[in-house]
């Protein structure tokens, strides 16, 4: 696992662990984890990640349990992959849309 790859385990796993507002700056799939604002704030440089550390306090603790529970659970991201493998298998003629063989249904 590279240095990155756990870079974004952390941003995940962190709010789900310690409802813990994040900090950081604005490097490959961090917009794409933390809400700016919402869950924590997405910086530029030095200058706006000392100015947010001031302004964590206006980032409520479970807004970010909330958000880690609608985008990052298990359960979630399984339904996630299978949306997707449906999508996959309709597109090459498979008509079954349904993952019967892991009694799961997606809709």
């Known amino acids: 696992?590279?240095?990155?790859?756990?870079?974004?385990?952390?941003?995940?796993?962190?709010?789900?662990?310690r409802n813990t507002q994040l900090l950081a700056y604005?490097?490959?799939s961090i917009p794409e984890i933390i809400e700016d604002r919402g869950t924590g704030f997405v910086c530029?440089?030095?200058d706006e990640m000392t100015a947010?550390?001031?302004r964590i306090p206006e980032i409520d603790r479970r807004r970010c349990r909330w958000t880690f529970e609608q985008r990052f659970t298990v359960e979630r991201m399984a339904q996630d992959y299978l949306k997707?493998?449906?999508?996959?298998?309709?597109?090459?003629g498979n008509k079954e849309t349904e993952?019967?063989?892991f009694g799961?249904?997606?809709f």
Do not use: H, W
């Open 84 to 92: 997707v493998y449906e999508r996959a298998l309709d597109k090459t």
């Open 26 to 28: 604005r490097r490959g």
């Open 104 to 106: 799961i249904k997606v």
């Open 52 to 54: 947010a550390i001031q």
């Open 1 to 17: 696992m590279t240095g990155q790859n756990r870079l974004v385990l952390v941003l995940i796993e962190s709010p789900c662990l």
């Open 44 to 46: 530029e440089g030095l």
């Open 99 to 101: 993952s019967t063989s």
